[in-house]
């Protein structure tokens, strides 16, 4: 939609709207509910989903006869976000719940047949598993020899042979109805909220709330917003209703976890849905990652204001010791890699890194070369553990599942975007080869769209807060939602320098007058970096994500760089 600036407001701002939902894939008919998404509009009824009905049957009969109840979480953030939603919901309702969470070096992914067996001897008389179980078929037929109830709630890809849990409810089931396996895109924790209301309504009929207060669900939405932007799942549909509701509870903050975190994030203002994946979900990750793998469950769950703020602290504290260490072992991936390579997938192994950064790498990987990356950590016993991220169009999630069952790994599993396994080390170079034949055609149809859309095009003037704030409209934005890209110019660069981790700061003049901040993350090293370090007095056009910015409490307008192209 060319423009030129001017204003956005009435009629002008409606139409910028509608232009960014139609050129997202939405109808008319949706844009109301777009605009101001509700659960209300987006909610579907949980019993559309296979086995949700008999998990609240199981859990509403454990909580009647005061049975222990353990929620088995993932150690990354959507594991934690989900295994607290439940807990705190539990324990509203009088259950007698706890929480496991698997150390990531010793136990690895998922339920173990240790583990169960050995939270069955402790008295365990149920366990539900968030954000895992689907491909735990040995652990939960360990676990139901034991005598041990598990339901399963996730959302990673299932095949056709389910694992002998009580209940599995997974919206990513092969013998979903339609209706459930449009929701296919949830994350753990909005398939664990689902859970909850249909858990709450069973509760309402067998009048558990004539003693007690009924809960109030959508307080619970903070932290499914934050385990939704932050586990980088599409941002359509219901989970758009989840981010948009679950950030106004969070600016309420009720959460003294998350208030805790939102402090030591240094966050002055309320957050926005880009604060969930860039600053306060990867502190919850850090736990799991370098650090004690229920940190972040423990700081989603406390009532303790103490307790609150010295485990955000050392949230944080693991957050900088995870930054150090993914620096390093994303520069030797790098090294190792082979921009040239003719590979539709790029699978670097090294030994000595940490496994818990090398998801992280994978995603700093993809993002350098333009292809899915696997990064694996060859281990001392001579197995390696592998995770990988991929682009939009490439679904490997599917392809390391088929390449489990072929033989060539040891575990594996995940979804469109991003998967884990385990591999023998001597198997990596026939992984490797599978791979790049099974996704070599998906991958370059989905080079093909590697040039940049944008949605607008704008003359300097054009730039300012009042399209900011028009533009946050149409939010919130992430994975499967794109944030807006305009095309403006021309501007010359009246300053540039770097600030904290490798970003290009720049202060635009544009040839009508006007003057705008700009920034180009992690983009010191790269060729677009030294572009702009040398733009002073040469005219260019950038094209970007128009952002408000409020440093210093001062809200102006930033464009965050994505390219430049010579006037």
């Not at 042979?161 to 339609?178: G, K, Y």
């Not at 009924?214 to 619970?220: A, F, G, K, M, V």
């Not at 950064?357 to 060859?378: M, N, T």
């Not at 016993?381 to 390449?403: E, F, I, M, Q």
């Amino acid at each position: 939609m060319p423009g030129t600036g001017g204003s956005l407001d009435g009629r002008g701002n409606d139409d910028l709207v509608h232009h960014l939902f139609r050129a997202r894939g939405a109808i008319a008919p949706d844009f109301d509910r777009l605009k101001t998404p509700t659960l209300r509009d987006w909610l579907p009824d949980p019993a559309l989903f296979n086995d949700m009905e008999a998990a609240a049957v199981r859990i509403a009969d454990a909580i009647a006869a005061g049975q222990v109840i353990i929620i088995f979480g993932d150690y990354d953030v959507d594991g934690a976000t989900s295994a607290a939603l439940l807990i705190r919901y539990l324990r509203s309702v009088g259950a007698t719940v706890g929480h496991y969470i698997p150390d990531r070096l010793l136990e690895g992914y998922g339920p173990s047949a240790d583990a169960l067996v050995a939270l069955k001897a402790a008295g365990a008389d149920l366990v539900v598993t968030v954000d895992c179980g689907t491909q735990g078929f040995d652990a939960l037929a360990a676990a139901q020899a034991a005598g041990l109830d598990v339901i399963v709630v996730d959302h990673h890809k299932a095949g056709t042979a389910l694992p002998p849990a009580l209940a599995l409810v997974n919206p990513n089931r092969l013998d979903e109805s339609d209706l459930a396996a449009a929701h296919g895109h949830l994350a753990a924790v909005g398939v664990a909220f689902l859970l909850a209301v249909a858990l709450n309504r069973l509760l309402r009929q067998r009048g558990a709330f004539a003693t007690r207060p009924e809960p109030r669900l959508t307080d619970l939405l903070d932290i499914v917003a934050l385990g939704t932007v932050a586990d980088v799942v599409p941002l359509t549909g219901l989970n758009r209703a989840f981010v948009t509701q679950g950030l106004k509870v969070m600016r309420q903050r009720r959460n003294i976890g998350l208030n805790a975190l939102i402090d030591v994030a240094a966050l002055a203002r309320p957050p926005v849905a880009r604060d969930l994946g860039f600053a306060l979900g990867p502190r919850v990750n850090a736990g799991g990652r370098v650090g004690k793998s229920d940190l972040g469950v423990r700081l989603l769950t406390t009532e303790d204001p103490a307790e609150a703020t010295a485990i955000a602290a050392e949230l944080d504290r693991l957050n900088g010791e995870r930054r150090a260490i993914e620096a390093e072992v994303t520069e030797a991936a790098l090294a190792l890699a082979r921009p040239d390579a003719n590979m539709a997938v790029a699978v670097i192994a090294g030994e000595g890194w940490h496994p818990g950064v090398i998801g992280i790498v994978a995603s700093r990987v993809k993002d350098r070369l333009h292809r899915p990356a696997i990064i694996i950590a060859i281990q001392d016993d001579g197995t390696a553990k592998g995770s990988g991220r991929s682009l939009p169009g490439v679904d490997l999630g599917a392809a390391v599942l088929t390449a489990r069952d072929a033989g060539l790994l040891i575990a594996g599993g995940g979804h469109a975007m991003a998967a884990g396994l385990t591999v023998a080390a001597d198997g990596i170079d026939a992984l490797t080869a599978f791979l790049n034949d099974r996704l070599a055609g998906d991958v370059d149809r989905a080079a093909t769209g590697r040039a940049l859309d944008c949605d607008a095009a704008l003359a300097p003037r054009g730039i300012n807060l009042a399209l900011a704030e028009t533009l946050d409209v149409a939010g919130p934005y992430g994975q499967g939602w794109s944030a807006p890209r305009v095309a403006s110019g021309p501007w010359t660069a009246v300053d540039c320098r770097i600030v904290g981790e490798h970003h290009v700061k720049l202060m635009l003049a544009g040839a009508d007058g006007a003057r705008c901040k700009a920034i180009a993350f992690r983009h010191a090293d790269t060729a677009l970096g030294a572009a702009l370090a040398g733009a002073r007095g040469r005219p260019f056009y950038v094209a970007g994500r128009v952002k408000r910015d409020d440093w210093k409490g001062e809200p102006s307008a930033e464009i965050e760089v994505d390219d430049i192209a010579w006037a």
